[in-house]
């Protein structure tokens, strides 16, 4: 909730170090490399749950930046949101490299450097997305939730097929899971 409360605030003011302070505090990492490890190992239980931890998230984070966007006095499209309502090819590569990062942070024990870097970038890739649907709920700005909905689906998708590729390339379908 703190970092969608930063990250909204960053880009309705349009500031970049705002929105780059949200990323360092974000939790988003965890439900999604769960979901990517539980694709891998073929567990339904760890998926169910990840995919239960990801949508509450989700939701969370869009209804919380509608509710604070609701409150805002001012409404004006910044630089900042209109950034992330037309997905490119580079924001694909960005979010290639947010999953590496976050798959090899899991399978690399004892270092809290590497998981919170692997954090950063997958805040980087999500919460401002998640945050510019939310502004773009509350103001009725139906394009610009909806290029930011898919900037956000782009970057979950890419993130998650490619640490399951991580995931598969090290190993990790031949664990088995229990039931």
Known sequence: CLSIGIATLGLVLNSGGVVIGAMLIA????PIVELAMALT?????????SVLRATLSIVIAVLGSATINLVLP????????AARTTPTVIDLFVAVFCAFAAAFSTVRSGSE????????????ALVPPLCVVGFGLANLQWSVALGAALLFTANLSAILMF????????????????P
């Open 74 to 81: 001012f409404h004006e499209l910044t630089a900042e949101i």
């Open 41 to 49: 190992v073929g567990s339904p239980l760890l998926m169910l749950r």
């Open 113 to 124: 450097t590497v998981s919170t870097a692997a954090g950063t970038s997958i805040s980087i």
């Open 27 to 30: 939790p988003l990492m965890g």
């Open 163 to 178: 640490a399951a590729l991580f995931f598969f390339a090290v190993g990790f379908d031949a664990v088995k899971a229990e």
